[in-house]
């Protein structure tokens, strides 16, 4: 087996213990070697890539995601994403935001420090790589270990990979989570939560990539007009909206009440 670099990440972060959760902007530069290989490559709004982790561990079988609590439990690097593991390699997806000189990729949510080794580049595609219906493990206890601001990040990022922008609506669905999950203390995601959407497209569209509630599933229904309701198995949380600013920055500082009313009450099973 024998694997050379294509390229090489640059980036601002030089140390691992430096990076955010949800990664930087960074850029990569194909060597000239292979900038054959890019034509076509800025069709594609993200791309999958695979990099060689230069600097880890490979003698590491069980870990714990530090990056998020020190206190979690132990688990084994093949359940882990941890950049420990016996073959270092990175398989990560990033946005495409630009080509420089044909070779030099301009990219978002990059979690890899300056200097590391490229291996590989893949364009990433809806019908192959998303699997909306996957169902991982309760990160429940992993949320509380969080901070107010990487939870905050990671609500972000779901609702934007499937609505495709961050505009005022995910905004207003990432503040609706927040609140969500610090009432009916549990993971969104879970089986045992389920979403009734109001109106607000937009909205909707967030709720549903944070929450991965699907009619299929049989977690989330429709109600229209401006109440949205986020559902454990025994208390619900009722949202109305009221005026919501056009401002990202604005929603994300300004209080919850000047929002949206809520309202917090037992669960209404339906028979």
């Not at 309202?263 to 099973?269: G, K, N, S």
């Amino acid at each position: 087996m024998e694997l050379s670099p294509i390229g090489l990440v640059h980036s601002g972060v030089r140390s691992r213990s430096d990076m955010p959760v949800q990664g930087v902007d960074a850029e990569i530069e194909v060597f000239l070697d292979y900038a054959g290989a890019l034509l076509g490559i800025e069709e594609n709004s993200h791309l999958i890539l695979v990099c060689w982790l230069h600097e880890a561990d490979r003698g590491v079988l069980r870990a714990v995601a530090r990056k998020v609590s020190g206190d979690l439990p132990e688990k084994g690097v093949f359940a882990l994403r941890s950049p420990a593991r016996p073959n270092p390699l990175s398989v990560s997806v990033v946005r495409l935001c630009g080509v420089r000189d044909g070779r030099f990729l301009a990219l978002e949510n990059v979690d890899l420090i300056d200097g590391t080794p490229v291996i590989d580049i893949k364009p990433y595609q809806t019908g192959w790589d998303c699997v909306f219906s996957a169902v991982g493990h309760d990160r429940t206890e992993k949320i509380r270990k969080m901070s107010p601001g990487e939870y905050r990040e990671g609500l972000i990022r779901e609702a934007v990979n499937y609505h495709g922008e961050f505009c005022p609506g995910v905004a207003v669905a990432v503040r609706m989570a927040e609140a969500a999950t610090r009432l009916l203390e549990r993971d969104l995601g879970g089986s045992q939560v389920s979403v009734t959407l109001g109106g607000d497209l937009c909205i909707a569209d967030a709720l549903i990539g944070i929450t991965g509630a699907s009619p299929g599933n049989r977690r989330l229904r429709c109600s229209g007009g401006d109440r949205y309701v986020v559902a454990g198995p025994e208390e619900e949380v009722t949202f109305r909206l009221r005026t919501v600013p056009e401002d990202v920055g604005q929603i994300l500082a300004c209080s919850e009440t000047a929002l949206f009313r809520r309202t917090t009450a037992q669960r209404r099973i339906d028979r």
